[in-house]
């Protein structure tokens, strides 16, 4: 099966860690580079919990690229991401400072950089605010023909909304960046709530994970460890939403994923509805399709899947340690 080649825009974020986890334990993927952008927690953050993360899993060649820190228009949200996803950003987990630093240029520059000097080779994947992605399709022309395809964790089609009761939390934090993106002509296919919120991971499903003693194991507890309560505490359920993790699916599972091609697009009118994504169903507006949606998934096997990657990672992680590959890792002091 070819590799399939990808850089991702992130807002770690609980949910963007599993997602990480997930790229790295997948063989159909080659996890080249991250950009971070603003989003569940400030760009300071989040650019630190990409580092963080990457070299707690053994993968500091991948690079970090730092990017935008305030939406194009509307002011950032604050620290509301941090009742979900902990102060950090990572919930409960703790993870040794990073020794690298994000590259020196721009993650738009690194975007446009990587994207032009191999047209149609690279899959982009945006699972935070679209700040990034937006100003790179308008800074340089031939971006958006150069990117393969775009994989974007967003909206709320036919669902309800996670932030206001219509919009989703990555596309009204930038709804301007959003519309920007969805009219951009890119090859995208959206992963929005309709599907993100059949695939719950249950605190058993990480009860079970933690059978096996792995620093993998621990770090997916305590990465979502906050996220739980905040869904327990709101949603009355005992697990969470398996957010950004599911986008991995467009890749390693695409069976599980129910596509519908659609012209989708988001309001921007400023009113109740900012941010709300709808899409043509009866073909009014005229439009050609622009984006193929996952309106629904098989969830649990969704999250069968994760746990088995997971699983798989957390022995592979053992493996090395075991082997002395430790030392180039950082101790793991969760639950030390
Ligand atoms: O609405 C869920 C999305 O918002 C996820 O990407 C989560 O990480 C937050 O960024
Ligand atoms: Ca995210």
Redesign the pocket.
Known sequence: MPTIRIILDT?P????ALAILLMLASPEIQLEALTTVQ??VSLEKTTRNALALLEFLNARHIQVAKGCSTPLIKPPHGTQ?EEV?GKSGLGQAVLPEPKNKPIEAHAVDYLIERFLAEPGELTLFA???LTNVALAIRKEPKFAQSVKELVI??GAVRSGG??TPLA???IHEDPHAAHIVFNSGIPITLIP?DA?YKCLLTSADVDRLNKIDSPIARLVHDVTADYMEFYLKYEGFNGCAL??PLTVAAVIAPELLTLEKHYVNVDISGGISTGKTYADFMKVAKQPTNMQVALDVKGREFVELFIERMERLAYQFNEEIASGKEQERPRNDINA
């Open positions: 807002d974020g609980a949910d963007d989003g569940n991401g996803h699972i935070g605010p964790m967003g996670n932030i989703e939390f990555n709530l993100t957010h950004d």
